[in-house]
């Protein structure tokens, strides 16, 4: 079972907790100059950084406007280009960075050239998604993985805290997928590989997994275009219901096929030995479908999953 992180292991709602600065700037500085480059930006870490900036976004003084999928932004700003996003932005463009690890997502900000500062970001673990992993070991899911594009020490601290079997951080939307092809080609065993996510950059894991689960409430319409199951409530938990669900469907079916194939054998003897009355045959037909029926309708009673 292969995890993305934010918006389905967390919650997505992103609160700035550090603002460092450098190179004569201000932590001011810093954090306006993230506003500007994210202000057109919809993504979670984005309107984090908008909430935090009080002050007015004057969307004129913005020369130029450039996304960077899985890097960050850029922008020209009163003839200086200014970066936002992660450190492969920063090495993209040769700029040099602070050597340290950071707790925190970070995104890291360059003015002309050069490093200006980073503003570090906080994301909260649902409530259910830990006892979610626990379920799912107990379930027989025998490897539990989180992708994220967050840095190697947070995405640690995430494992840590959820008890996760690996973690895969720094990813670009890209990398993704190659992961999971690498999880299929190492999997020796004749299990299935299922992702759940809901993010766009998330469609095309989801289209490759063996079963993709995307989680429907806040998730784009793209991840829920190329999922199999769709979890309206946003709730991981929802997804160790699924997987009861679906074995207790599959016991039902088997139980009907089994009994329905052992019942018109029966008749089916017996009508060539001439022991099988009219009646007998109509009861080996319909009424065998109609108690597999309503055997059927045992599937409906989800209480206790």
């Keep these: 079972m ?22 004569g700037y201000a932590r001011e500085d810093v954090l306006e100059f993230a506003a500007y480059a994210e202000s057109r930006s919809n993504h979670p870490i984005a309107a984090s950084i908008q909430k ?3 002050g007015e976004i004057d969307h004129k003084r913005i020369e130029e406007y450039e996304e960077l999928p899985g890097h960050g932004v850029r922008i020209r700003m009163a003839g200086k ?21 950071f707790d925190e997502t970070v995104v890291h900000v360059a003015v002309g050239g050069q490093y200006a500062g980073s503003i570090e970001i906080s994301d909260t673990v ?34 840590k805290e959820l008890d996760l079997d690996e973690v895969y951080a720094e990813l670009l939307p ?12 190492n999997d020796s065993s004749s299990g299935k590989i299922a992702f759940v996510g809901d993010g766009i950059n998330d469609a095309p894991v989801l289209a490759r997994a063996d079963i993709g689960i995307a989680m429907g409430g806040l998730g784009s319409d793209a991840a829920i275009e190329a999922s199999d199951v769709v979890i309206m409530t946003d709730e991981p938990s929802k997804v160790v219901t ?6 207790r469907t599959r ?36 009424g065998v479908a109609v108690l597999a029926v309503f055997n059927s309708m045992r599937a409906m009673n989800t209480k206790g999953l």
């Design 52 to 54: 935090k900036y009080t």
């Design 2 to 23: 292969v995890f993305d992180k934010t918006g389905t292991l967390t919650r997505g709602i992103f609160e700035v907790v550090r603002i460092e600065s450098c190179s």
């Design 174 to 185: 890209a990398d993704k997928v190659e992961i999971m092809e690498t999880l299929a080609a």
């Design 242 to 247: 699924a997987i009861k669900i679906a074995r």
């Design 126 to 159: 649902k409530e259910d998604s830990a006892s979610t992993l626990r379920a799912l070991k107990s379930l027989g899911i025998v490897k539990t993985v989180m992708l994220t594009g967050d840095t190697k020490a947070a995405a640690e601290r995430f494992r």
């Design 251 to 286: 016991k039902i079916v088997t139980q009907n096929i089994i009994f329905v194939l052992a019942v018109k054998g029966i008749f089916l003897g017996l009508g060539a030995f001439g022991a099988a009355s009219m009646w007998e045959a109509v009861f080996a037909d319909v």
């Design 81 to 101: 280009e200014i970066l936002a996003g992660n450190a492969k932005l920063l090495i993209l463009n040769r700029i040099s960075l602070e050597n340290r690890d």
